[in-house]
């Protein structure tokens, strides 16, 4: 086994680092509560970094999921966040992978220059929750197109998108052998989709762009559909094995802002005559988080590396979406803590970054669901869901 | 046209001297002098969509290879390294000595330099260099154009600035108000591992190993101290007659 750290990773985190510097603290604060970070995300697109995992042929860099992920890790260890876009790294991967040929020419280079917008990912629904199987959105077959009708919940960065990677059931339920056959797959073009399609923003505790989106008959032409009808449902959890990871190093990110931001705070404050990181109440926990990132990096980096060279590794991605979810939490604690009132004063901004990675124990998979799956998948426990 | 830019590879974070070696210790991460930065942003800019090579060159262990790395993942077209055991601890005569060897090899229109390297803040190598190679050198310089076989320069001052035009080849040291220097891009990173990347030595460039590294150095550090500790001060509190204090004290001093 070995454990030393490629010089492409090195450069990306370096290089990264460069551009977040210029999209300072001050920056991120006056976007609050729901402004887009335009100018951030056209800076990492022009720069060809949302492009990494899009492969050269199509104008991407054909990186591996290991070297994309020290991209996101970078942005949010910079205090910037990677919510705003990640979405545009990853969700091309079900167009490159079961798409066609025709869809990938069309579709992959724009996305790889940016002149696309694919970031946005309609699969939860208000009344099927975690249970995608129950989504209710329909889309039937109607001449040479399909009909879209339903509701979409929490589809983030909707309104910062061109394109939709969409789930919707095209074979009723009763008229298949398990549920998870009859859900398909589309690439909705919102830009021509007309004024069938409404969306329209959540406010949120943290800025994450999300919406929910209405479908009242929408059409789509038929080469919308990505992949063959009613294979949708497995197309998706393919696709999550790199969110799992992507979303695994942002949590390591945050976690490392965090517990840097405190462990320099800690040794600086005086109070009782000595820096407060001379209390074991302080310094402890922020100790405690550290190792727990490194525990977690150590698995993300394991899942990216089998996921790179194309093993199975669902499990490790999964383990380590869970494990850096529940480290970047602790060490958000441990910093807000450390920080004492000031820790909720806006211009330290560790109460944003604090909202901001609470999400990831919840989205975009809560992980009690994780659990659920290393229970059943992994120690052949019986299904609990 | 062929720019040639002089990077350096400089300790990150405060630097540390080894009292043993009394060098400066580069044991740690490095990574490249930022004012060379804003060279590389200049050559790259003068170059445009042009045919202008942009040639990056460096003198240092092989870790410099990062340095030149970055320049090449900015857009430089090509590396060259003077790397050998035997140039560790060049003075500046011995470090300009090697410079323009391969500099010489290399036959740029225009040189280019950052103002100073952030570990030795010594704003003199690019002097020596163009002695060496006889050639016309400007200095903090805070605009610049080619034009033909002329490089016109505006040079900053204390007091303002000058006009300076000097005929090609040319060394010119830019200072950091001078452009704002672009990161590298993903695709500048990858592109970069295919740029050839030259690593010469002693022997390659026709030096002797007496005239490099310390034997070829005109300095000896002899000494490391601590800067002398600062004499009496007076504090004045502000009492609501602090401005006062200040003007009288000034006025004892005939400073005013
Ligand atoms: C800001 C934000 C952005 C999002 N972006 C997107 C997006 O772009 N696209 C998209 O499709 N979705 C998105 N989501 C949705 C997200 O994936 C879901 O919120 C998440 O999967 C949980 O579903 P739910 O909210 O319906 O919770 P529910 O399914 O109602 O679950 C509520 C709670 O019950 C627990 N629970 C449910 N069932 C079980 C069980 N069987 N065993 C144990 N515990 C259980 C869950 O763990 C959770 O704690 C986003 C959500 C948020 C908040
Ligand atoms: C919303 C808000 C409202 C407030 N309202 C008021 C108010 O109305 N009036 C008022 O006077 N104050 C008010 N405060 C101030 C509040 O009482 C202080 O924030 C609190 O006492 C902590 O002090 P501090 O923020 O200076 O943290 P610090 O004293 O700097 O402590 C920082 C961290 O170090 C730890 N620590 C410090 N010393 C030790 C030690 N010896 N051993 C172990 N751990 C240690 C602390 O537990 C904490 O985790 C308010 C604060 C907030 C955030």
């Known amino acids: ?85 990640h979405a545009q790294m990853y969700t091309m991967g079900s167009v490159l992978r079961h798409g066609s040929a025709e869809q990938k020419a069309e579709y992959l280079p724009k996305i790889a220059s940016g002149e696309l917008r694919l970031q946005a990912f309609g699969v939860t629904e208000p009344t099927a929750g975690s249970d995608t199987t129950s989504i209710q959105t329909t889309a039937k077959r109607v001449g040479d197109g399909y009909v879209i009708r339903g509701q979409k919940i929490w589809t983030s960065r909707a309104l910062h998108s061109d394109l939709m990677l969409l789930l919707a059931r095209t074979t009723p339920t009763d008229q298949v052998e398990k549920k998870t056959d009859g859900l398909s797959m589309f690439l909705l073009d919102m830009r021509t989709a007309g004024d069938r399609l409404e969306i329209r923003p959540i406010q949120t505790m943290m800025n994450h762009a999300t919406t929910e989106v209405f479908f009242d008959d929408v059409e789509v032409p038929a080469t919308a559909l990505v992949g063959e009808e009613g294979k949708g449902f ?67 980096h394991k899942a990216a590396w089998l996921f790179d060279e194309g093993k199975p590794c669902g499990a490790e991605a999964n383990m380590a979406k869970f494990l850096a979810s529940e480290a970047s939490w602790a060490a958000a604690n441990a910093c807000l803590d450390a920080h004492g009132g000031y820790g909720f004063a806006a211009e330290y901004d560790v109460e944003r970054k604090f909202r901001e990675t609470r999400l990831y124990s919840i989205a975009p998979v809560s992980n009690n669901l994780v659990l659920a799956y290393i229970g059943q998948h992994v120690l052949g426990m019986p299904r609990s869901y | 046209m062929k720019i040639a830019v002089c990077v350096k590879h400089v300790p990150e974070g405060t630097s540390r001297i080894d009292p043993g070696t009394k060098r400066l210790d580069r044991a740690g991460e490095g990574a490249l002098n930022h004012f060379d930065a804003n060279a590389v942003e200049e050559a790259l800019r003068l170059k445009g969509d042009s045919d202008t090579e942009v040639v990056a060159v460096s003198l240092g262990p092989q870790k410099a290879l990062d340095s030149l790395r970055k320049a090449l993942a900015m857009g430089a077209d090509r590396a060259v390294l003077v790397s050998d055991d035997a140039a560790a601890g060049s003075d500046l005569v011995a470090t300009s000595r090697l410079l323009a060897a391969a500099l010489a090899k290399e036959e740029p229109d225009l040189v ?65 108000a001078i452009n704002e220097p672009r990161y590298p891009s993903l695709k500048g990173i990858m592109g970069a591992k295919k740029k050839p990347q030259d690593v010469l030595s002693l022997a390659d460039l026709g030096v002797d190993a007496g005239d490099a590294g310390e034997a070829g150095s005109r300095t000896t550090v002899l000494a490391l101290g601590d800067p002398p500790a600062r004499a009496d001060s007076q504090k004045i509190e502000d009492d609501g007659n602090a401005a006062q204090a200040i003007v009288d004290f000034l006025a004892e001093k005939r400073l005013i």
């Open chain 1, 1 to 85: 086994m070995r454990f030393d750290v490629p010089a492409d990773f090195v450069e990306i985190h370096a290089a990264v680092g460069e551009l977040c510097a210029r999209f300072p603290a001050e920056y991120w604060r006056a976007l609050e509560p729901d402004g887009y970070p335009e100018e951030f995300v056209a800076a990492l697109t022009e720069n060809g970094w949302l492009a990494a995992l899009i492969p050269e042929e199509f104008g991407g860099a054909g990186l591996g999921v290991a070297a994309a992920s020290m991209i996101l890790e970078t942005i949010n260890a910079s205090g910037c966040n990677s919510g705003a876009c």
């Open chain 1, 234 to 300: 497995r197309y998706i959890l393919d696709g999550m094995n790199v969110e799992r990871i992507l979303i695994a190093a942002e949590c390591i990110g945050d976690g490392r802002w965090f517990v840097e931001k405190a462990a320099r705070y800690a040794s600086e404050r005086v109070v009782f005559g000595r820096p407060i990181g001379m209390n074991q109440g302080v310094q402890f926990p922020l100790a405690r988080a550290h190792a727990a990132i490194e525990a977690a990096d150590l698995v993300r």
């Open chain 2, 112 to 176: 280019l330099f950052g103002q100073q390297a952030s570990d030795a803040d010594g704003a003199v190598l690019w002097a020596a260099v163009a002695e060496r190679l006889g050639r016309p050198v400007v200095s903090q310089a805070m605009e610049l154009s080619v034009d033909g076989g002329t490089v016109h320069v505006k040079r900053q001052t204390e007091h303002g600035y000058d006009t300076i035009e000097a005929p090609l080849p040319a060394v010119v040291a830019v200072s950091d």
